[in-house]
């Protein structure tokens, strides 16, 4: 999905820093997104969790836009023109509806739910997004993950998963990153990485064991969900620091919970965020922003998609800032 704000922020995002979490213990930071309309009159709004002020990573998890339930006769639902990306990964998971995802790999794609589509754009790539005329409902997330420096000019790669549910007491687990609860994703990342959809039946307690290296992040779809003690609402996101080797969550409402649990090892390096690029700095951000603008084949383009591409937006004239996670109590 593309960031289609007309004056993204421009970010300089910091790795792990020091202090460390004692291990056994946990202090959950609650994280409130924010909404962002996807563009139009008749805009479709997400709700933002990641990046923002309070924490611009989770492992290298840098990007969480959360959608729906979205009547697209009301909105018209996803359409969003071709546009690039550099730098990450995206990572598409549904709750309902479809989407129909094209690149310039020639890559022609549908995303439905409990399916993962993930697209990797290291030095450039370029895709669209369109929900399909049969879907009624869209609903779900799109989350964005960083490359690391070694990785981040790697080349284009699009790759589709189905996990099996591993189901026990009172919960539902579709594992498409990672590993958990005796799950493997086959699917191909650059740093280690969790990604999981979990349903939580009314009232119901699950314990997973974790990798203790890992911090996590617990966003909650519906429903209220008690993680490691501590309350996350509807569309909040729990974020807990490395140390841990078990998570425990409880479903305090009496429907079906339904959560998706990030996960990875501590990015270290510093990135600069600005609309769909990741780079290292300002310039990285500049000449990617150019690339685009010039049709360079950089990006490659895209067939198919009925409309002109998205043009990028002006450069802000600012000093890029470093923005670092808070300290690990």
């Given at each position: ?30 994280l ?38 979205d009547?697209?006769?009301v ?86 998963y ?24 086959p ?60 998570l ?43 690339d685009?603008?010039n ?35």
């Open positions: 999905m593309s960031n289609v704000e007309t004056k993204p922020a421009e970010l300089r995002c910091g790795g792990a820093v020091d202090g460390e979490q004692p291990a056994g213990t946990a202090r959950v930071d609650v409130t997104p924010r909404a962002v309309p996807l563009g139009g009159p008749r805009a479709m709004t997400v709700r933002r969790t990641l990046p923002q002020r309070a924490r611009t990573l989770i492992g290298a998890w840098c990007f969480a836009d959360h959608y729906g339930p009547d697209v006769s909105t018209g639902g996803m359409n969003v023109a071709p546009h690039p990306h550099t730098g990450l990964q995206t990572v598409s998971w549904l709750f309902t509806g479809e989407i129909e995802h094209r690149d310039s790999m020639g890559n022609h794609a549908l995303v439905r739910p409990g399916e993962l589509n993930l697209m990797t754009g290291g030095y450039g790539i370029s895709h669209s997004e369109v929900s399909t005329p049969r879907t009624t409902v869209l609903h779900g997330v799109q989350l964005w993950v960083a490359l690391p420096q070694e990785h981040r000019s790697t080349g284009r790669d699009f790759q589709h189905a996990p099996e549910p591993v189901l026990t007491d009172g919960a539902e687990t579709r594992v498409f990153l990672g590993s958990l609860a005796g799950s493997v994703s699917v191909t990342t650059f740093t280690p990485l969790l990604g999981a959809e979990i349903l939580l039946r009314p009232r119901a307690t699950l314990t997973l064991a974790v990798d203790p290296d890992f911090e996590h992040g617990l966003l909650v779809d519906q429903g209220e969900v008690r993680l490691a003690g501590t309350s996350v609402g509807a569309s909040e996101l729990g974020y807990l620091p490395p140390g841990l080797d078990t425990t969550l409880t479903n305090q409402s009496d429907g079906i919970a339904r959560t998706v649990l990030l996960g990875g090892t501590p990015f270290e390096e510093e990135i600069v965020m600005w609309w769909n690029f990741i780079g290292r700095s300002h310039e990285d951000i500049a000449k990617a922003r150019e685009w603008q049709s360079s084949d950089r990006f490659g383009a895209v067939e198919g998609y009925p409309g002109d591409r998205l043009p990028a937006p002006a450069l802000p004239n600012a000093v890029i800032t470093p923005r670092r996670n808070p300290p690990r109590h």
